[in-house]
């Protein structure tokens, strides 16, 4: 298999990943195409429906594609004490379980992590990451839980931290966080995936190397369009985990899929997890 679709996010850490790839700047017999920039909810739904080859997900939606997608080692993304955050537009505003929360989708990890961190507050509503802030500050919600570039605009805006999630999972679990990964269909020859999980490295290497470069196409695609905001995210989430999840990564993800299986008993993942 030379050519496979490819499903993404529109977010600078995916572009940054990618963008060497899709645009033929590196020398690789894998091809793109067909591409979808999608919001990361629309990516979770479109895995569960099997629409792509390969695809961007929430490590916690993969609890439920495990039966027909693998991830890669490259190009996924775990944060570092860092994470999802909730925000309110009153400062020292504490969630009950009355509050309306706004959340980027429910497969997404961020939504696990909430459940995890305040399980007593189950009124969300789902909304398009990037509306969230306005939701917030328009009071259609109590409070908001941002992903993506939006860590990075939420105090300009006038938004107030109630809680990294991020940082919760690491004070209960001294690992980083595992947020979102690089899928692939389980019935791709073996081959091929290893050779697309290579591709994949190699335009990390490529970007890296040409940040200049990487960061224009990225703001054909990214919400915030000021650079040093993308940069900022870019710096945050494309780590050495992104180049290659090792085992600290696997490891981290493992305790995410424990505490999943803990609350979700039907979902059974499938191994192996990783190709």
Known sequence: MNNFSL???????DTYIF????NHWIESDVKIDDCHFQDVEYL????????????KISYFAYSR?????QLLTAGGALGKNCGPLLVTNQEGKIPDPS??????????????????????????????????E???????????????ESRFTYQ????????????????????????????????LPK?????????IRQSILYANNHPAEILEYAKNYAQEMDGEVMMSHINLYVNEFSLDVGDLGKKAAALLFAEIAARFPERKIVEPIFI
Request: proline share 5%.
């Open 44 to 55: 979770n739904l479109a895995a569960l429906e099997q629409k792509l080859d390969v695809i």
């Open 191 to 199: 081959e091929s995936k290893e050779r697309i999980n290579e591709s």
């Open 99 to 132: 509050s309306k929360i706004a959340i980027p989708g429910v497969n997404t990890t961020a939504n696990l992590l909430l459940t995890m961190a305040l399980p007593e507050c189950k009124n969300k509503v789902e909304y398009l990451f990037s509306d969230i």
């Open 134 to 148: 306005s939701a917030v500050l328009n009071g259609e919600v109590d409070f908001g839980l941002i992903i993506h």
């Open 156 to 187: 300009q805006k006038g938004l107030h931290k109630v809680m990294d999630l991020g940082e919760y999972w690491e004070s209960k679990t001294s690992s980083p966080l595992p947020l979102g990964g690089i899928a692939i269909k389980r019935s």
């Open 7 to 13: 499903g993404i996010s529109p977010c600078p850490n």
């Open 19 to 22: 963008g060497a790839l899709i």
């Open 65 to 69: 594609i495990s039966e027909h997608y």
